[in-house]
């Protein structure tokens, strides 16, 4: 193992630096919740006898007090491909818990989107704001104080740093999340993209799409393209909350099965009553992060994530920002190349090496800290293991030593990419991120005159009318926190990319989101200020010309100094009636910054 890189250390020691106050007072908060805080011994009579009046064959084993209790705080509902298999695993879990001498009983659900679903429609303007929902429904399930550890059931956008942000002001509960695994590869991503791209040219009917789409999305099991989901399953292997290398194993095998009941037998084997006690609050650190950034770096990651990890990293009194996850871009490769960003899918990843791989990798070039507290080992570098089943018995194996596909992973040194994925954007028109790592390195500069909207929809019927027959800069405003809960706009994927193909040079800048799943063409997203609050892409035009620049990190409108100086904002549409989006006033109206991780609750909680 190599010495951890300078600029890794630089910007680690920074961290720890800045998050000084706030990481110590968190560490006092669990410290003070387990040792005089509400736990399962300090509960009258009343209390637990409401706890336990439904547990069935585990009633004695709660009431006596002299078992772990786990709670299982699950995502589970059957819309969603990715949580479906987890409908059986309450079940599992208490036969796998009893194994050991201990219970489980699922403390809570929490609520699920499928960004999926909801794309391009009104009820995205939700999605952001169901982390934070979810992040309160788990504190709402552990808080019974019955429990003393827990078992995270998600894998989704939102729903991992919800689950998270949750369980770490219950940080002193030992805590393991549980993936349940892709669906198996269906149709050819490219064949995907090329058919989305006809039926936006009008080309291809709405039975041809859909027969597309289905062929895609076909199974139980997570979407199986490199998106938030994926991206969230590598993070929690990066950070060591995951059991090792059990994020891409198929859902319904005996080895997830397996992988499951390792993680049961492992959660009782790290409470507070034995010697190994490992709560979470300590092992989501300041490393823990940097670990979780190096890998979204390197793995071409969602562009999610640089809105989520702030917010998780809160959570834990952990203070970071965009010029630290640039300033590790720089110096981190892209060795992975999952489709959007290639053309093998999260199946193909796993199959040439995948997570174990990239942690052995990331670890022996220095890039990622291996003496972080993982919930299985002595450091990270345990991560860096296979697991098979021999016979009926789950083993781990090495990671392999090379990549079993070049095409889908490189080793650190030879990678697809000098520097990571990400890219930090400044200028006159604020802070923006753009993801480089699908997009071909001759579209990462873009000028052009820009043309303004204020809907994703505006922007459809301009292309479908013509108007966007040229090169251009497509502005997408008022799409931030406080405007309309920052939607994401994959739905301008396939038009943008139509432009582009045409050879026109296209980009996209907006203070909304893209998907994870979004490539190709050039976005700068995130952009803050937001223009709802005063941000300068309120004071764009139609036909200003605007720079966006991957090279030199440049986010500007070439309008007159003074010119710029003098132009009046534009006024903000209404906020959105209907699907709900009025219940969630109360979020758009005091979110904090896209860079702070857009949360009106940690804003009010003065995390």
């Known amino acids: 193992m190599m010495a951890i890189h300078p600029v890794v250390a630089k910007v680690t020691e920074r961290i720890v630096k800045r998050s000084q106050t706030t990481r110590a007072a968190y560490l006092d908060l669990i410290a003070r919740s387990k ?133 770490l002001r219950f940080g002193h509960l030992p805590t393991i999340l549980v993936p349940s695994g892709p669906m198996p590869t269906g149709l050819a991503n490219k064949e995907k993209v090329r058919i989305r791209q006809l039926y936006a040219e009008g080309k291809v009917g709405r039975d041809e799409l859909l027969e597309s789409e289905s062929a895609s999305y076909h199974s139980a099991g997570t979407c199986t393209f490199y998106g938030t989901a994926n991206s969230n399953q590598m993070m929690m292997e990066m950070m060591g909350l995951h059991l090792p290398g059990s994020s891409f194993v198929l859902p319904g095998t005996k080895l997830r099965q397996e992988l499951t009941r390792a993680a049961v037998h492992r959660i009782a084997q790290i409470g507070w009553d034995g010697d190994d ?3 979470l609050g300590h ?163 873009i000028e052009a005159p820009c043309r303004v909207f204020s809907d994703q929809n505006d922007v459809l019927a301009a292309f479908k009318a013509g108007e966007l027959e040229r090169d251009v800069v ?21 038009p943008l990319g139509v432009l582009q193909d045409r050879g026109f040079k296209v980009a996209l800048v907006t203070d909304g989101r893209m998907s994870g799943a979004s490539g190709k063409v050039p976005a700068a997203i995130h952009v803050s200020p937001e223009a709802r609050l005063g941000g300068p892409l309120a004071k764009l035009r139609d036909g200003d010309l605007v720079r966006v620049c991957a090279v030199d990190g440049h986010l500007e409108a070439l309008v007159p100094a003074e010119e710029w100086a003098a132009r009046e904002e534009a006024v903000a549409p209404g906020e959105g009636l209907g699907v709900g989006r009025e219940l969630f006033a109360l979020m758009r109206h005091h979110a904090d910054p896209a860079e702070r991780g857009g949360s009106a609750m940690l804003a009010a909680a003065g995390l």
């Not at 809160?314 to 010029?323: E, K, P």
């Not at 899918?345 to 670890?363: K, Q, T």
């Not at 789950?394 to 095409?407: F, I, M, Q, V």
Request: charged residues 20%; proline residues 6%; glycine residues 12%.
């Open 35 to 167: 040792d005089q805080g509400l736990n399962r011994p300090q509960l009258s009579c009343g209390n637990l006898a409401h706890g336990f009046a439904a547990s069935g064959e585990d009633k004695l084993a709660i009431r006596s007090g002299k078992a772990m209790n786990i709670g299982i705080v699950t995502a589970y509902n059957d819309m969603l491909s990715a949580h479906q298999p987890y409908g059986r695993y309450p079940d599992l879990i208490k036969v796998f818990a009893r194994e050991v001498g201990a219970t489980a009983q699922v403390a809570g659900g929490v609520p699920a989107m499928c960004d999926g679903v909801t794309q391009g429609q009104d009820s995205m303007e939700l999605s952001l704001f169901s982390r934070d929902t979810i992040a309160m429904s788990t504190v709402v399930g552990l808080s019974h104080a019955m429990f003393e550890g827990a078992l995270l059931l998600g894998i989704c956008d939102k729903i991992v740093p919800g689950l998270l942000i949750g369980s």
């Open 474 to 494: 497509v502005v997408v405003r008022f799409q931030g926190p406080a405007a309309n809960g920052m939607p994401e706009l994959h739905k301008l994927t396939p």
């Open 283 to 445: 092992c989501v650190d300041e490393k823990a992060i940097i670990n979780a950034i190096v890998g979204l770096l390197a793995t071409g990651g969602s562009t999610n994530h640089v809105i989520h990890l702030p917010a998780i990293a809160r959570a834990a009194g952990v203070q970071i920002d965009w010029d630290d996850m640039d300033e590790l871009s720089a110096v981190v490769p892209l060795i992975a190349n999952v489709y959007p960003n290639g053309a093998g899918d999260v199946n193909y990843f796993h199959a040439a090496g995948g997570m174990p791989y990239v942690i052995r990798e990331l670890i022996g070039g220095g890039l990622a800290h291996a003496d972080i507290r993982t919930v299985y080992g002595a450091s990270l570098e345990e991560g860096a293991r296979n697991p098979v089943m021999d016979g009926d018995t789950l083993r781990y194996d090495p990671a392999p030593e090379a990549s079993g596909d070049d095409k889908m992973l490189r080793p650190v040194s030879a990678p697809f990419q000098r520097e990571g994925g990400f890219r930090l954007l400044k200028g006159n028109l604020g802070r923006g991120t753009i993801k480089v790592s699908a997009v071909d390195s001759s579209r990462w500069t």
């Open 277 to 279: 006690y490992r709560p």
